[in-house]
């Protein structure tokens, strides 16, 4: 499937390209669906594809990105990066990454899908899809259909050139709750005035919130966070100190 691309350019003075995750080394080894091998398929909040047995509290997918075995070859597909339910109408898939199939992706939870640039899916979060499109069509004028969101994300969240992560400068003073900025090349988590570096497994101690710096956070999805986010699926990882908030 070939894959989109976004016209977007990055903002002056603002690197284009993410750093390259510390979690994962680059494995190109065929994978083997029956291995206790944990697959590719955990998603960071930059949008990167690890290994990491850590399943996550949200499923989604970007379109197939693996070959035939098994094996991770593009960041996506298509413009439609979507999150999920982890379970919806009983549905089962199995084996996973099956040849020619989406790749089903795993986030810790739905703070960190939104930094990498996903939104709610239509068909199994409609409540959360309806609330997310109402939100948006208020900071969009006129874009309340999928494609229009769909291309605007993508400009916010890939770099055309390197097809890297979009980073955004920005003050951390106002930055709502779960969204997430770039602090000496490790994601962390908004929360409180403080901000949790981010972990495959959770989140870890809090440290105090600089003054500005790198937004991972696409724009349109931190004014969404701003408006009053609250999904049905688990917003924040129990690790940010609390319950997931879910229904």
């Known amino acids: 499937m070939p ?16 750093p390259r995750s510390s979690y994962d080394p680059p494995n190109d080894r065929p994978r083997r669906r029956d291995a206790a091998v944990p697959l590719q398929n955990r998603v960071t909040p930059l949008g990167e594809l690890i ?6 509290l949200v499923y989604g997918n970007r379109g197939c990105l693996h070959d035939e075995h098994g094996r991770i070859r593009r960041r996506y597909a298509v413009r439609r990066w979507i999150a999920c339910r ?3 109408r009983g ?3 199995g084996p996973l990454l099956q040849p ?8 810790l939870d739905e703070a960190t899908a939104l930094a990498a640039g996903h939104r709610p899916c239509r068909e199994c979060r409609r409540a959360d899809y309806d609330r997310f499109v109402e939100i948006w069509s208020g900071l969009h004028r006129g874009e309340d259909r999928a494609d229009a969101i769909d291309a605007r994300l993508h400009e916010e969240r890939v770099d055309a050139e390197t097809r890297a992560h979009r980073l955004h400068e920005s003050v951390f003073d106002g930055l709502p709750d779960g969204a997430f900025v770039l602090l000496d090349g490790r994601p962390c988590l908004a929360l409180g005035g403080r901000v949790l570096p981010w972990t495959p497994g959770g989140y870890t101690t809090p440290e105090p919130r600089p003054a500005r710096g790198l937004v991972i956070t696409p724009p349109s999805l931190v004014s ?4 009053g986010w609250t999904p049905l699926v688990p917003f924040l990882h129990p690790s940010a100190g609390g319950p997931p908030t879910a229904a």
């Open 3 to 18: 894959t989109d691309h976004a016209n977007g350019q990055p903002l002056s003075g603002i690197p284009s390209r993410a």
């Open 51 to 56: 290994s990491h047995p850590a399943r996550g």
């Open 86 to 88: 982890l379970e919806f």
């Open 91 to 93: 549905r089962r898939r």
């Open 100 to 107: 020619g199939r989406y790749t089903e992706l795993f986030f």
């Open 224 to 227: 969404v966070l701003r408006a």
